[in-house]
């Protein structure tokens, strides 16, 4: 795994924006679609910025982009304001050319009934857009990435998972307090992330500094589900001055 650090968050979240814009012209160019697999939370907040800039300005297409995000809390209403659709609309989709269509985020009103043919279907729904040709993620402070928490095994696919306390305490002020943030999350595997052809992992701020460490230069292990993207052949992370505090 290969890492660069910036003196700012703002710097790197630029050049991730034009990474993520010159892929989606390049498959333009060649009339293919983009699927973009798309995370929430503050990382990549600024990345989504930029990108609706270069929209605004008429750099950038999204009609052929087709995005799968990583997860949704669960129970959920999209209409929530804490919810990852609300977010991802808020931030992304109301401000650019995509086809509605062509946007999927897992849905957190499944019944739990259901819930496991439907992670079988995004699953499938990823391999018939032709897989993800680049997945953005930030890391959480127990090394989750998606919503896949330590114990999470590399074989991993699109399924229903506990959200460790450590999140979910990391979560509360967006939810007015612990006890209203969900137990439970729907996420991307860790193998369906390692399938990706392209990796970008966001780390932002001396909270991730320690996780950081660990996933880069710690051992490959389910305890830092994060540590498994030393194993992918074209994952980056993105880190600014403060995440990179603890490296060797
Ligand atoms: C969000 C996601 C999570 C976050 C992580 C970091 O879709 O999958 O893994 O990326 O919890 O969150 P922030 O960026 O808010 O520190």
């Known amino acids: ?42 990382s990549p907040i600024k990345v989504y910025e930029e990108l609706v800039n270069m929209h605004r300005k008429g750099e950038l297409s999204f009609r052929n982009v087709i995005t799968f995000n990583l997860d949704e809390y669960l129970p959920m209403e999209p209409e929530q304001q804490q919810s990852y659709h609300y977010f991802m609309n808020q931030h992304l989709f109301d401000h650019v050319d995509i086809n509605p269509e062509n946007i999927h985020i897992p849905d957190g009103t499944i019944p739990v009934e259901d819930i496991d043919q439907y992670c079988i279907d995004y ?28 114990g999470s095994h590399p074989n991993s696919g699109t399924r229903m998972i506990n ?35 392209r990796v970008i992992l966001l780390a932002w701020g001396h909270k991730k500094a320690s996780v950081v460490k660990n996933t880069i230069e710690g051992s490959i292990t389910s305890n830092i589900p994060a540590s498994f993207l030393q194993n992918h052949s074209n994952a980056t992370i993105i880190l600014d001055s403060e995440a990179a505090s603890e490296l060797t």
């Open 123 to 150: 699953e499938i729904k990823i391999k018939e857009a032709g897989g993800l040709d680049f997945q953005l993620l930030g890391i959480g402070r127990t090394g989750h990435i998606g919503f896949n928490e330590p």
């Open 1 to 42: 795994i290969h890492n660069e650090v910036f003196s700012n968050s703002e710097t790197a979240s630029k050049l991730v924006a034009e990474e993520i814009a010159s892929l989606i012209k390049q498959k333009q160019e060649k009339s293919e679609t983009c699927v973009l697999g798309l995370a929430t939370g503050s």
């Open 163 to 197: 959200l460790n306390h450590v999140t979910r305490v990391d979560a509360a002020s967006d939810f007015n307090g612990l006890e209203n943030v969900p137990k439970k999350a729907v996420t991307m595997g860790i193998s369906t992330i390692m399938k990706a052809k």
